[in-house]
């Protein structure tokens, strides 16, 4: 990756206005200019990525589905367990990294990916068994509709997987990280430029609907800024079969 890359998507997260009377033309504004070296800068600020899709498992015959999912770069992370599965959709807003998603899916011989160019509230598809969101749900001006989504779309038993930056409650769950108030108002302010958004309630709302697999809370480094660490989180949750009854939620870190 090249210093003149990197200062070209610096220059869109830090100083391009996000214009557009749509959520669809904002980020497709924020995107256009810089998808073809989106993968590369990004690899050093979104963590936990490998660690999720690693996680996850790949049922052979199975639907996966990719909320917010962008250039498809995060389906690498399968590696050959993509073949498994019958269907992925790869689903966005942003033409412009769908257009790399589709190039991706081309060169590396994926048959069984596809893209959608569409909201992640409203997308259908067919039941599911596993949905991620990667750094995504942070951009969904109504999480909470994506969320839903998501838990209407999987099968029961189905997974979903969300990594992304967050900040914690200001009294949060005992077995939860604490953040203090430097961290709960710099975060937030700081990705608000990008129309990003750090949030404390992400989380509860994940471990509320779904049985909590795995949970983790961590820091990662930023780019250029050593000594700065940016809070995320994994979450792994199952859709509750609602003929089973009895289902205990735990977590893990």
């Known amino acids: 990756m090249s210093l003149a890359s990197d200062l070209r998507i610096l220059y869109h997260m830090v100083f391009a206005r996000q214009r557009g ?3 669809a033309e904002r980020l497709e504004g924020f995107y256009q200019g810089q998808a073809e070296g ?7 600020l979104l963590h936990g990525r490998r660690e999720l ?6 049922p052979s015959g199975g639907v996966w ?8 770069s995060n389906l690498e992370y399968l590696g050959d367990r993509i073949g498994l599965l019958e269907r992925v959709l790869v689903v966005d807003l942003s033409s412009s990294l769908l257009k790399v998603a589709r190039l991706r899916a081309d060169q590396q011989g994926w048959k069984n990916v596809e893209t959608i160019e569409h909201d ?3 997308v259908d598809a067919p039941p599911v068994d596993v949905v991620t969101f990667s750094y995504s749900l942070t951009m969904v001006p109504d999480w909470f509709a994506a969320v839903d989504r998501a838990l209407k779309l999987l099968k029961p038993g189905g ?6 930056f967050y900040v914690s409650r200001k009294y949060p769950a005992d077995s939860r990280r604490r953040h203090g108030w430097s961290t709960r108002t710099f975060w937030p302010t700081w990705f608000a430029g990008d129309n990003v ?9 994940l471990e509320r609907a779904f049985e909590t697999v795995h949970c983790f809370e961590g820091r990662g480094k930023v780019p250029y ?4 660490r940016a809070p995320y989180f994994i979450f792994v949750g199952r859709k509750r079969d609602p003929n089973q009854a009895g289902l205990v939620s735990g977590s893990s870190t």
């Open 159 to 164: 997974l979903i997987g969300v990594v992304d």
């Open 38 to 44: 989106y993968d590369d800068f990004r690899e050093r």
């Open 120 to 122: 992640v509230t409203t």
């Open 225 to 228: 800024l050593p000594f700065v």
């Open 21 to 23: 009377k749509t959520h």
């Open 65 to 72: 589905i990719e909320m917010g999912g962008g250039t498809a």
């Open 197 to 205: 958004h750090p949030s404390p309630d992400h989380l509860p709302y």
């Open 53 to 58: 899709y690693e996680r996850l498992p790949t």
